[in-house]
C-alpha cells in the first residue's frame, strides 16, 4: 500500500504523516517506510527521534537519497543490459530484467545506506540542498526519485 500526503504549506502535513505512520506501525502490524520529501526535513522531528536514532550506531547517519542519485542509479539498474554508460538510467526509465526492485521485506544496501529507524517506522530522506545546488537547481531535482523513480521500483 502506498499514501501519499500533500497539500499547501502549513496545512499539516508532517504532523498527519507522523501520526499516520506511527498508527500504521503500532496498531497494525504493518511494516512502515515514510519519505520525508520535503526541504525542511522535520518528519523525523514529529517521529519524535533522539540523537541517537539519527545516529544510527555503528552505520552512522543515514544519507539523504536526494543527494545521492548517481549510486540509486547504480543500484537499481543492477545487472540489466540496457542501462549503460552510454545509455544511463533516467527518471523516467522502466526497471527491467536485470534491476534491483526496492523491497520492503528483504534486507538491501539501500536501506544500510539511507533508513533511519525511529520508534519503529523507517524514514528516508531526501535531503535538502547543498552548497553545490544554489543557483544551479530547484528542490524538484532532488524529490524525482520519491515520485517517480521508487514507484516504479517499488517491489511486493
Excluded at 149 to 156: H, I, S, V
Aim: hydrophobic residues 35%.
Amino acid at each position: 500500500m502506498r499514501i501519499a500526503v500533500y497539500g499547501k504549506g502549513g496545512s499539516g502535513k508532517t504532523t498527519v504523516s507522523a501520526s499516520l505512520m506511527q498508527f500504521l506501525h503500532d496498531f497494525s502490524g504493518f511494516r512502515v517506510l515514510g519519505i520525508d520529501g520535503d526541504h525542511n526535513l522535520h518528519l523525523s522531528q514529529e517521529l519524535g527521534a533522539t540523537l541517537a536514532d539519527l545516529q544510527r550506531g555503528e552505520k552512522g547517519v543515514a544519507l539523504d537519497f536526494g543527494n545521492d542519485l548517481d549510486w540509486l542509479r547504480h543500484y537499481f539498474a543492477g545487472s540489466n543490459p540496457h542501462i549503460t554508460a552510454e545509455l544511463p538510467m533516467i527518471k523516467t526509465t522502466p526497471p527491467g530484467e536485470g534491476s534491483r526492485l526496492l523491497r520492503l521485506s528483504e534486507p538491501a544496501q539501500w536501506r544500510d545506506r539511507y533508513v533511519t529507524v525511529i520508534g519503529g517506522v523507517e524514514l528516508i530522506r531526501v535531503g535538502d540542498f547543498t552548497s553545490d545546488d544554489y543557483r544551479k537547481k530547484c528542490f524538484h531535482s532532488k524529490n524525482w526519485c520519491d515520485r517517480d523513480f521508487f514507484k516504479a521500483r517499488l517491489g511486493r
